[in-house]
């Protein structure tokens, strides 16, 4: 049995440059992610430009230890989210951060905003063990989608994420994606074997192996 999601492309928003871009694309992706942790010097100028956005918009304000920009606390990401619900669709908030969060979902859940519960390691693929507890974190939490992203440079770490992949694809929406030596392969690999969102870069590619929305359609075809 398979997951029937039909894969969707997501256009990172996470620097002014991104954001000019993406006002003024014709054909946009199936959705935008805004990293607000990356906007944090011009949110009145994110907020002006909400309403020309041509998609759904995925907010996210990400924790430091997960790439997250500014080194910014759990109370002003909370902050930043809560603000910023208004114009989302979707939220993501990263496994570790769901307790200091905990208003951003409760609040989100109330305005029907779909919920994305991510994880991110850059330095390795966790053994088997460890991402069956995130699977299992995230399906407790009423998640919409699983975001996980780990470090591929070694076929090994690869292959255990497509066996994560395939083994809890049918229990929850699954965004999979490679990072470092193995990244582009791994993104490609996932978006063919249906991870539900896909994330591209506007420009300039923001971690190891992340691929543009132009590669990403070829992909998909």
């Avoid at 083994?167 to 965004?175: D, F, G, L, M, Y």
């Avoid at 590619?205 to 132009?214: D, V």
Wanted: proline content about 5%; some cysteine.
């Amino acid at each position: 049995m398979t997951n029937p999601t039909v894969p969707q492309i997501v256009g990172v928003i996470s620097s002014r440059a991104d954001l000019r871009r993406a006002v003024g694309m014709r054909n946009p992706p199936d959705l935008f992610e805004l990293r607000l942790d990356a906007a944090v010097a011009r949110i009145e100028e994110i907020k002006d430009a909400m309403g020309e956005l041509r998609a759904p918009v995925i907010i996210t304000a990400r924790h430091p230890r997960e790439g997250g920009f500014n080194d910014l606390s759990s109370r002003a990401r909370c902050g930043l989210l809560r603000r910023f619900l208004p114009y989302a669709d979707y939220v993501d908030i990263e496994l570790r951060s769901t307790r200091p969060l905990a208003p951003v979902l409760e609040e989100a859940r109330k305005k029907k905003i779909r919920t994305i519960i991510s994880f991110h390691d850059f330095s390795d693929t966790p053994r088997p063990a460890r991402l069956d507890e995130i699977a299992r974190g995230a399906h407790s939490l009423g998640a919409d989608f699983l975001k996980i992203s780990t470090r591929t440079d070694t076929q090994r770490q690869l292959t255990r994420l497509l066996d994560f992949f395939e083994q809890h694809r049918v229990e929850i929406k699954i965004a999979a994606m490679g990072i470092g030596r193995l990244g582009q392969i791994s993104r490609l690999e996932f978006a063919q074997l249906g991870s539900a969102l896909n994330y591209a870069h506007l420009g300039k590619p923001q971690t190891a192996g992340q691929l543009s929305i132009a590669q990403l359609r070829r992909a998909l075809k």
